[in-house]
């Protein structure tokens, strides 16, 4: 499977984003899901996960100002970015696996290019 993030942009703290990741080549209906960030300076670290049933699992410096959703009709999943804040500036990556959820960026063997979000204050 081949993965594509997008919706990345500059915006205002409090504001929202929705980022993409829309997936060719296979059905992303079979994988877990999820997305993973990297601000400057910093780790790779994990930000939310969504299973084949559509359970999610979050960070929990996000956990309820992100959403992730899937829909498999149109082989994309999404993250809904609301009340952004300047500590999540950072290149957001999209990932897969077709077990189950793991919080590790290196357990995830099909990546997205990364899209840049930039939050003002």
């Known amino acids: 499977v081949q993965l594509q993030a997008s919706g990345g942009g500059l915006v205002q703290a409090g504001g929202s984003l929705r980022l993409s990741c829309a997936a060719s080549g296979r059905s992303l209906s079979i994988y877990t899901v999820a997305w993973f960030r990297q601000a400057p300076g910093k780790e790779r670290e994990f930000v939310a996960a969504i299973r084949l049933g559509g359970s999610t699992v979050y960070e929990d410096s996000v956990k309820d100002r992100f959403t992730i959703s899937r829909d498999d009709a149109k082989n994309t999943v999404y993250l809904q970015m609301n009340s952004l804040k300047h500590e999540d500036l950072a290149v957001y990556y999209c990932?897969?696996?077709?077990?189950?959820?793991?919080?590790?960026?290196?357990?995830?063997?099909?990546w997205g290019q990364g899209t840049q979000v930039t939050v003002s204050s």
């Open positions: 990932a897969a696996r077709l077990v189950s959820v793991s919080s590790t960026s290196s357990d995830y063997p099909y």
